[in-house]
C-alpha cells in the first residue's frame, strides 16, 4: 500500500528536550510539508521541501529543524527553542510543487509537552 | 499571497437535511482551492479540488462545491447529511509563494443530529 506514515503517534516531551518526529513516504513524491494544527487554529505550515537536500522555512519555522537526506524521508525535530510545542504535526506531499497537485497527509503524531 | 476563511466555526445539521459550509478566499492569482476532511485524531483526507475547467466539481462521499470568481467563494455542499459526516472540514488555497503549500482556513466543525 501506498501512503504517508509518520511516527510515533503519539509524544511526550520534557522541558528542554529535543525530539524528532518521522515522515515517510512510498509514493515517489518530490514535494514534503510539515503542518502544525491546534485547536481552532487551522494547519500553518512549518517547513517545505521540494526536492531532495533543499527545503525551505514556512510560516512558522522557530524553534524547528529538518533535512531531507533521502526523498522518502523527511523529519522534523522540535527542539527546545520552541515555546509552545504541544500540538497535533501533519506531515503531507504531492508529486511535485505544481499548485494543481494534491496534497496526501499523513495520520499525524500528537506532541504533548510535560 | 493567497488566503481563505471560513465561516462558522460550527455548523449543526440534522440527519438528512442540506450541508453547507462556507468558504471564502482571496487570491491575487487565480486560486486553486482545496476541501479536506478530518476525522479526530487522524489526519487529513481530500474532498474535492478546483483546479481550472468547470466551476462545479464532484467530491467523494457525496459532496460538491461550486467555484464564483464573482463571490470569491468556494462553498461546500451536500443534498442529504449523514451522521458519519461529523468532522471537522477545512478549506484550503494553493501559496504560490511557499513551494506550493495550503493555506487553510480555521475549519469548521460539521455536528449531525438524529
Known amino acids: 500500500d501506498g501512503g504517508i506514515t509518520q511516527s510515533p503517534k503519539y509524544l511526550f516531551r520534557k522541558e528542554g528536550q529535543n525530539v524528532t518526529l518521522s515522515c515517510e513516504q512510498n509514493?515517489?513524491?518530490?514535494?514534503m510539508y510539515w503542518y502544525r494544527q491546534d485547536p481552532g487554529q487551522g494547519l500553518r505550515l512549518i517547513y517545505y521541501?521540494?526536492?531532495?537536500?533543499?527545503?525551505q522555512k514556512g510560516d512558522i519555522a522557530e524553534g524547528y529543524s529538518v533535512s531531507r537526506e533521502k526523498k522518502e524521508s523527511f523529519p522534523l525535530t522540535v527542539t527546545s527553542a520552541q515555546k509552545n510545542p504541544t500540538a497535533f504535526y501533519l506531515c503531507?506531499?504531492?508529486?511535485?510543487?505544481?499548485?494543481?497537485?494534491?496534497?496526501?497527509f499523513g495520520p499525524g503524531t500528537r506532541l504533548t509537552v510535560l | 499571497a493567497q488566503s481563505v476563511t471560513q465561516l462558522g466555526s460550527h455548523v449543526s445539521v440534522s440527519e438528512g437535511a442540506l450541508v453547507l459550509l462556507r468558504c471564502n478566499y482571496s487570491?491575487?492569482?487565480?486560486?486553486?482551492l482545496f476541501w479536506y476532511v478530518q476525522y479526530p485524531n487522524q489526519g487529513l483526507q481530500l474532498l474535492l479540488k478546483?483546479?481550472?475547467?468547470?466551476?462545479l466539481v464532484k467530491g467523494i462521499n457525496g459532496f460538491e462545491a461550486e467555484f464564483k470568481k464573482s463571490e470569491t467563494s468556494f462553498h461546500l455542499t451536500k443534498p442529504s447529511a449523514h451522521m458519519s459526516d461529523a468532522a471537522e472540514y477545512f478549506c484550503?488555497?494553493?501559496?504560490?509563494?511557499?513551494?506550493?503549500?495550503?493555506?487553510f482556513g480555521k475549519g469548521t466543525s460539521l455536528l449531525v443530529t438524529p
Open positions: 503531507a506531499s504531492s508529486i511535485g510543487g505544481a499548485g494543481q497537485d494534491t496534497q496526501y
Open positions: 509514493l515517489n513524491h518530490d514535494a
Open positions: 521541501s521540494q526536492i531532495v537536500n533543499d527545503f
Open positions: 487570491s491575487s492569482v487565480p486560486p486553486y
Open positions: 478546483y483546479t481550472t475547467g468547470a466551476t
Open positions: 484550503a488555497v494553493r501559496n504560490s509563494n511557499s513551494g506550493y503549500a495550503l493555506n
